[in-house]
């Protein structure tokens, strides 16, 4: 069965890093595009970013554009989201998520930053 895991969550302070990991397994991971989407308190869940089963097409949202960094290993099976100058505003549970004939979600990991 499809499966995803998240971890590297965590609290930061504003201006700080962290790196998020999604293992993936139960499909063909490297012909399937990845996405990272995340949910703050009280909003909708809100699409981060997407990259290419070949890691060669990539968008972000533009509130992490310039900040954030996604990438896979397709021989590790996982996506990452490099996450740098974090600020309070990016304080939410992230998920990961791939879209085979439905949406697949993990279990999502939080991210809190603040002073």
């Known amino acids: 069965q499809v499966q995803l895991v998240e971890s590297g969550g965590g609290l930061v302070q504003p201006g700080g890093s962290l790196r998020l990991s999604c293992a993936a397994s139960?499909?063909?991971?490297?012909?399937?595009?990845m996405r990272w989407y995340r949910q703050a308190p009280g909003k909708e869940r809100e699409l981060v970013a997407v990259i290419s089963n070949l890691g060669d097409n990539i968008n972000y949202a533009d509130s992490v554009k310039g900040r954030f960094t996604i990438s896979r290993d397709n021989a590790k099976n996982t996506v990452y989201l490099q996450m740098d100058s974090l600020q309070p505003e990016d304080t939410a549970v992230y998920y990961c998520?791939?879209?085979?004939?439905?949406?697949?979600w993990g279990q999502g990991t939080q991210v809190t930053v603040s002073p």
């Open positions: 998520n791939v879209r085979l004939l439905r949406d697949y």
């Open positions: 139960g499909f063909t991971f490297s012909s399937k595009f």
